[in-house]
């Protein structure tokens, strides 16, 4: 009798912590399935995105760069096959997403770097469609193109006179360039080399008039090509510069020349950047200008060399 009443008290205690163990593996397994379906990775599966394609979300995402997206606003957009691609690019602007989606879809040739530089410049948009205000505050960081105009009555007051020996004819630009010119036109004769300014500041007028005579000479998309119309130069704001040298003829040969070598190697230590560089039309808005330089700064110059961007791109992702 004792015997039959342990056998059984052993049987109940077994059927005890048997029952115990399914309900702790099933609280256990309700724990993990209520993490995963409450995961990020599960609910970015749920969205569409494949396993590979979550792993790429889930890194390019940061909660301290306002400029990229966070997860909780992936997790709010729809899928989508190309937002993935488009967070990887370096200079992915979370408030151009939509304008990069829909110009993927319109132009299927072109790369997701591509894209992103041409919307982050406005470049879904004809020139001088929807212009904006040149934010004159920003001085000598200031953009001025075919989407940012300044006023006509725009002109900054210090502008200084330039010495005959730096330029052809009567030239002007902001003080502080002028100082870094003259660093650089100095440094370069040490090289028996001379960079002369044969244009820098030019008001309204003088800019309204060029582009008239080059719209009669050709058309208005020729002189678009070359040059400004008026409010749109940046000449006007006394911080560019045209160059040259002794025995240059026409302006597209001084690329030929040592001077522009010399340029290309060290303009950005005294602040200027070549603003028009070649194959990046599109992104300028001009044909490529061997001849003219911009002053930002040395920082900002050195940082636009480095990354072999163009001062529309530096602007849109680090200024405005």
């Not at 997206?69 to 709010?76: A, G």
């Not at 330089?293 to 040395?298: D, E, K, L, P």
Request: with cysteine; charged share 30%.
């Amino acid at each position: 009798m004792r015997r039959r009443m342990k056998k059984k008290a052993i049987y109940t205690l077994v059927a005890i912590i048997a029952l115990i163990i399914i309900i702790t593996l099933s609280i256990i397994m309700i724990i993990k399935y209520n993490q995963k379906i409450h995961s990020t990775s599960y609910k970015l599966e749920k969205l569409g995105y494949t396993k590979e394609e979550v792993t790429e979300l889930m890194t390019t995402t940061d909660t301290k760069n306002e400029k990229i997206l966070s997860i909780e606003e992936i997790l709010n957009h729809e899928y989508h096959k190309d937002l993935p691609y488009f967070l990887k690019e370096k200079y992915f602007i979370k408030d151009n997403l939509e304008r990069y989606l829909k110009y993927k879809e319109e132009h299927s040739d072109k790369s997701y770097t591509e894209i992103v530089s041409l919307i982050n410049t406005n470049r879904d948009s004809d020139y001088y469609e929807n212009v904006q205000k040149t934010d004159t505050n920003k001085e000598n960081q200031m953009l001025v193109n075919k989407y940012y105009a300044l006023p006509k009555e725009f002109v900054f007051d210090d502008l200084v006179d330039v010495s005959i020996q730096h330029c052809y004819g009567k030239q002007k630009m902001r003080k502080e360039v002028y100082e870094q010119f003259k660093k650089m036109f100095n440094d370069a004769k040490k090289e028996d080399l001379t960079i002369i300014i044969n244009s820098s500041y030019r008001d309204y007028d003088y800019q309204e008039s060029l582009w008239n005579r080059y719209a009669s000479a050709h058309d208005e998309a020729w002189a678009d090509s070359y040059a400004a119309r008026a409010g749109h130069s940046e000449h006007q704001t006394g911080l560019t510069m045209d160059v040259t040298t002794y025995g240059v003829k026409e302006q597209e040969d001084f690329e030929k020349t040592k001077e522009f070598t010399w340029m290309q190697e060290n303009a950005h230590k005294y602040g200027f950047i070549l603003r028009y560089p070649k194959a990046h039309e599109d992104i300028t808005g001009y044909s490529y200008e061997p001849w003219h330089y911009r002053y930002v700064g040395v920082d900002i110059a050195t940082q636009i060399k480095e990354e072999g961007i163009t001062f529309d791109e530096y602007y849109a992702y680090y200024l405005a």
